[in-house]
């Protein structure tokens, strides 16, 4: 079972990047998603989350209004549209799957990193200011 995060790269600040996350080993279409990021020095953070259909999504207040997450079950696959990025975004990003969970009621119940279960690799994102 695999969660590859892809996507990452370097980017002035403005800009924009798209992260993907693809799962493989087993079907990820029921669970909660979510992205995370964790910058040198400081504790992984709770970027966004989706429920299992896509219907539902939460996002941290820092990125809100500049990130989007979406999900396509049939390829198995998480995105992470990143729009106006800032120098405060610089962190390597992981993807996560929640098994136990379907949906979520509010941030709260979805942001802790120990609800998830599968992990991706990561994949670092850079902004230049």
């Known amino acids: 079972v695999q969660l590859q995060a892809s996507g990452g790269g370097l980017v002035q600040a403005g800009g924009s990047l798209r992260l993907s996350c693809a799962a493989s080993?087993?079907?990820?279409?029921?669970?909660?998603m979510a992205w995370f990021r964790q910058a040198p020095g400081k504790e992984r953070e709770f970027v966004a989350a989706?429920?299992?259909?896509?219907?539902?999504?939460v996002y941290a207040d820092s990125v809100k209004g500049r990130f989007t997450i979406s999900r396509d079950n049939a390829k198995n696959t998480v995105y992470l549209q990143m729009n106006s990025l800032k120098p405060e975004d610089t962190a390597v990003y992981y993807c996560?799957?929640?098994?136990?969970?379907?949906?979520?009621?509010?941030?709260?119940?979805?942001?802790?990193?120990?609800?998830?279960?599968?992990w991706g690799q990561g994949t670092q994102v850079t902004v230049s200011s």
């Open positions: 080993g087993r079907t990820f279409s029921s669970d909660v």
């Open positions: 989706v429920s299992w259909n896509g219907g539902n999504t």
């Open positions: 996560a799957a929640d098994s136990d969970r379907s949906d979520f009621s509010s941030r709260n119940t979805i942001a802790a990193p120990q609800w998830y279960n599968y």
